[in-house]
Every structure is written in C-alpha cells, then in structure tokens.
C-alpha cells in the first residue's frame, strides 16, 4: 500500500477517535454542570420555602424563588441542548459495505477516506454545538446574584 494513504488513513483513524472522545468528555462536563445547578436550584427552593414559612413572602424569599427559578430554567437547556441524545457518526464503516466493494484496495482506502471525512466533520459540528450551549450556560450561571438582586428589588 502508498505510504501516503497508509499515513492518511492513520490520521484520519486518530482524528475521528478524538472527536468521539471530545463528545465524551463533553458529555462528562455537562453532567456536572447540571449536577451543580440542580444542587444550587434545589438549595434555594428550600431556602425560599423556610424564608417563606418564617416570615411570609419577603424581598429574600422572592430574591431566592427567583434564582431557584432561574438555576432549574437553565438546568432544562442544559439538558436539551448538551445532554439530549444525538447521533454520533461511526468512525468505521461495516464490514459488510466494504466486503461487497468491487474497488482495489487503494480506491476502496480512498473512498473510506472521503466517507470518514463526512464522519469527523458531522462529529465536529455535533461536539462545537454541545460546547457552545455548555459554555453559555455555565456563563448564565454567573449571573444568578443578579437575578436574586432584581427579583429582591422588585418585590421590596
């Protein structure tokens, strides 16, 4: 076999192994973000409801139902947008297909090449969407004392 097809296709093996494991650790990262978020949200319902219980409905209970609020909304578009199943293209084509191929062996490379291609590049545009939802909500995140702030001020 070319030399060059053999570098090719090793090249091509390692990169569609590396956006299958980004996808991976995409995954991993959305996980404990949601983990975080649901503790946060969680915490402050409880906290809204002994607020609420104590002295009726006051500017803290408000501040704190509007972040609870606010945390379990974001934890929804954490889910829909990182964590929803979508497909991840295969890396590898099935024996079957290639079994079947009339081709040589070089162009039978060649066309697995160009299949692969679409592949890494499906898997890419799949792994730069997770990240950019996760990177936005962890940056909606960090706004959540200003959501306890407005909520506060509005109902004092």
């Known amino acids: 076999m070319d030399e060059k097809l053999k570098w090719v296709e090793d090249e091509a093996r390692a990169n569609a192994a590396f956006h299958v494991a980004s996808a991976d650790v995409l995954a991993k990262e959305a996980n404990t973000t949601l983990n975080l978020m649901l503790v946060g949200a969680s915490g402050s319902l409880a906290y809204m409801v002994t607020l609420a219980e104590r002295g009726g409905w006051s500017w803290s209970a408000a501040g704190m139902g509007a972040v609870s609020a606010y945390l379990f909304m974001l934890s929804a578009i954490l889910v829909f947008q990182c964590l929803r199943i979508r497909p991840i293209w295969p890396t590898a084509n099935e024996p079957e297909n290639l ?58």
């Open 99 to 156: 079994i079947k191929s009339d081709l040589a062996l070089s162009d039978l490379i060649t066309d697995q090449l160009a299949s692969k291609q679409r592949c890494i590049i499906r898997n890419r545009d799949r792994n730069d969407e997770v990240g950019m939802w996760l990177n936005r909500c962890r940056v909606a995140v960090t706004v959540t004392p200003i959501v306890f702030v407005l909520a506060a001020v509005w109902v004092y």
